[in-house]
């Protein structure tokens, strides 16, 4: 079932084919998904769990590799002790914050896509990523070095670079740059560039 979502998040939107017709519905929407890393609801041996490589790997299998490749972010996440718990309150940013910084970033990518049809980074088709908002060339040495290693599909590179020009906006930079790029790649593969 989750893999009908494949479509609608690479096209933004649905159709629906009915004897009656064929309809077609905007579909645009943030995809979030959360799963724990084994059946067994705990994450690691040193958490308790004790099944087989087999028994996560099957686990895991049930999100789909074409699903799981439409997904820009891929972040794992460890437990929290009680103790960092306590010691990240004093640093948290607050949601308005964080919701400003975000609306300044969005500013900035609209503006450079004044006159275009695309309105976020996101909208961005890869030809055009590839082409006329490409970044340098030596900012994509660890993509590329990731896609000919097959870590990272054509699909996965287009993604990658939509994050990295966020990522730069939300530096106030006026093109991604090498770090920019390699860090969507680690927000994507786990795997530091
Ligand atoms: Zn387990």
Redesign the pocket.
């Known amino acids: 079932m989750l893999d009908a979502l494949r479509q609608p998040l690479e096209a933004g939107h649905v159709t629906i084919a009915r004897s009656g017709g064929v309809a077609r519905y905007p579909a645009r929407f943030l995809l979030v998904m959360a799963a724990n890393?084994?059946?067994?609801?705990?994450s690691n041996a040193a958490s308790g769990?004790?099944?087989s490589p087999l028994?996560?790997r099957r686990?895991l299998s049930r999100l789909s590799g074409p699903l799981l490749d439409r997904v820009d972010l891929q972040v794992r996440m460890d437990p929290v002790s009680r103790s960092e718990l306590l010691a990240d309150s004093r640093h948290i940013e607050h949601t308005h914050t964080v919701a400003e910084r975000v609306l300044v970033a969005r500013l900035r990518a609209a503006d450079r896509l004044a006159g275009s049809p695309w309105r976020t980074n996101s909208d961005i088709p890869g030809r055009e990523l590839r082409d006329r908002w490409a970044p340098a060339r030596t900012a994509l040495v660890a993509a590329e070095r990731a896609l000919d290693a097959g870590r990272l599909s054509a699909r996965g590179l287009d993604r990658v670079l939509r994050v990295a020009w966020t990522l730069a906006d939300l530096a106030d930079r006026d093109r991604p740059v090498a770090d920019d790029v390699d860090e969507a790649l680690y927000l994507r593969t786990g795997v530091a560039a």
């Not at 890393?37 to 705990?42: P, V």
């Open positions: 890393q084994c059946g067994c609801a705990t769990c004790t099944c028994t996560r686990y």
